[in-house]
């Protein structure tokens, strides 16, 4: 079929004269661009700005089929129904509903939601597809080793994971004010980690629409009910209110807890709750649920949408794997779990503020090093100035490191920038008296928003080839993980409890 119908005596010359398919490309070419300009100047707050509605699927109706075309630079793909050209050897279909560089998808990738979001959550599930997520509440960095282990039970289980916005539980700005919740896709390079894990991950506001005021009856595991008989309700988190879910809590046999032996002791197992997922065990472990506390509603677990309250306290072997490295969580997970490409731009600026550089100039190797006080002075049992390691012991470790790095990578690196939760303006003093450099965050909540300050110091500290951390700091812990991963770089922990604690 012609993209043009006419007759050609009542034509003019010169298109009497042109050839049909110039005449479609430069059509298109004028289409394309019209809704490009569209989608460029599209904005929504904790969205994405590459995207108006991301969703993963290659198509939203069975019958349009997935088109990818070249237009003056990188490939896209645009889906939907909504504008279609035909023309002999091509159809192209553009929508300014849903639109994605081709990058964000995977080949052949899986419809795994209805469509756009809906009021209702159960409106946007498909019945042959299975879901599985959780919810938030342990503080920025425990929530991201929670939403990992999420991630790995969604390998485990063949689940598509719905992964859950970030809560300020330890956030707040200078004020004291609490700041707003932020996406999980606005941190983490959501597209990347899809390839590495070749499977779909999803987030909530792709599911159920932000505005939406409906509230949807579900049923979930409590494993933080299971793990120890202190814990009479489910691990509190304000996301399900956020997201207008009532549910109500089932709380699983004993026998998902890691160590039978020691009640009190929080972890469960993940090959235990894997199996809960499945037929067999789910329908031996089901027992009399708490009414849910809006619609008073008595549900057993979702089979189609399983989620639990808190997988931060999950392993295979042993408690707090995580800071091993042979935890399958981090290799199979947080290895593949990037930073946004933005977030990385706005710590390689901050860098370069902290050192005065010009963009013109490389970025130098460095050494980070995470001081972290705060709330860990309610573990001292001597005066805090005795229980937490002197600068001292940091400048030790961190020499450590440099000869480390001279010797492996054959690099002589000289900058040092510290990132604190301190205060104190004495502790800053004797910072600048070791030549270290320090974040200049005094804008960063003005300019960005709450969350950035901490965001940025975990971008940066994952940037450098070396890490001195704080021992038991589950921030030093992920940094230093993230520092041999992604630089090959290498890292120390500083103990602290105890006067002279990290001599050696």
């Not at 490009?36 to 108006?52: D, K, Q």
């Not at 042959?128 to 929670?146: K, L, R």
């Not at 609490?178 to 606005?186: A, K, L, M, Q, S």
């Not at 004993?254 to 499945?278: C, G, V, Y």
Request: aromatic share 10%; glycine share 4%.
């Amino acid at each position: 079929m012609s993209i043009l119908m006419h007759n050609p005596r009542n034509t003019p010359s010169f298109l009497r004269r042109s050839n049909p398919r110039v005449l479609f490309a430069a059509l298109f070419l004028s289409c394309v661009g019209y809704y490009a300009g569209r989608l460029s100047t599209f904005s929504a707050e904790g969205t994405p700005e590459y995207e108006v509605r991301r969703i993963w699927s290659t198509r939203t109706l069975p019958e349009v089929e997935r088109v990818t075309v070249t237009v003056d630079g990188p490939q896209v793909t645009v889906l939907g129904p909504q504008v279609t050209f035909q023309a002999p050897q091509a159809t192209v279909t553009v929508t300014t509903e849903v639109f994605v560089p081709k990058a964000d998808i995977l080949e052949d990738a899986p419809i795994v939601l209805n469509g756009p979001p809906t009021e209702a959550l159960q409106d946007n599930l498909r019945d042959d597809v299975q879901y599985i997520t959780s919810f938030p509440g342990t503080g920025f960095t425990n929530d991201v080793m929670a939403f990992m282990n999420l991630l790995y039970l969604a390998i485990l289980t063949q689940r598509v994971p719905i992964m859950p916005f970030f809560t300020p539980t330890h956030v707040t700005t200078a004020a004291r004010k609490t700041v707003p919740p932020i996406d999980f896709g606005v941190i983490f390079d959501i597209p990347r980690l899809s390839k590495e894990l070749g499977m779909p991950v999803l987030e909530w506001w792709q599911v159920k629409d932000r505005s939406s005021k409906t509230i949807d009856p579900l049923g979930c595991w409590s494993i933080w009910k299971a793990v120890s008989t202190r814990n009479k309700d489910a691990h509190p988190s304000t996301a399900p209110n956020t997201l207008h879910l009532d549910i109500s809590w089932t709380t699983p046999p004993t026998w998902i807890k890691l160590l039978k032996d020691l009640p009190e002791e929080p972890h469960a197992r993940f090959t235990s709750l894997m199996a809960l997922t499945f037929p067999d065990l789910r329908g031996k472990s089901l027992r009399p649920s708490t009414p849910s506390p809006r619609l008073k509603l008595t549900l057993p677990p979702d089979d189609r949408l399983v989620c639990f309250d808190n997988m931060y306290w999950i392993a295979n072997v042993e408690p707090h794997e995580l800071t091993h490295d042979y935890s399958t969580t981090w290799r199979f997970i947080g290895k593949n779990l990037h930073w946004n490409p933005r977030i990385e731009g706005l710590a390689r600026d901050c860098i370069r503020q902290t050192f005065s550089l010009p963009d013109s100039e490389p970025i130098p190797p460095y050494i980070t090093i995470h001081v972290r006080h705060n709330d860990f002075a309610s573990w001292c049992k001597f005066p805090v100035d005795e229980c937490f390691a002197p600068l001292s012991a940091f400048a030790r470790r961190v020499e450590e490191v440099k000869d480390e790095l001279r010797t492996t990578k054959g690099i002589s690196v000289e900058r040092v920038i510290v990132t604190s939760d301190e205060k104190n303006s004495t502790f800053w003093d004797e910072v600048a008296s070791f030549d270290w450099y320090r974040v200049d965050h005094r804008k960063t909540v003005d300019t960005y928003g709450g969350w950035y300050p901490i965001l940025i110091d975990a971008a940066i500290q994952s940037g450098g080839m070396g890490l001195v951390g704080t021992d038991l700091s589950t921030v030093s812990m992920i940094a230093a993980h993230r520092v041999k991963a992604w630089q090959g770089g290498a890292s120390r922990m500083v103990k602290w409890g105890r006067p002279g604690a990290d001599d050696h």
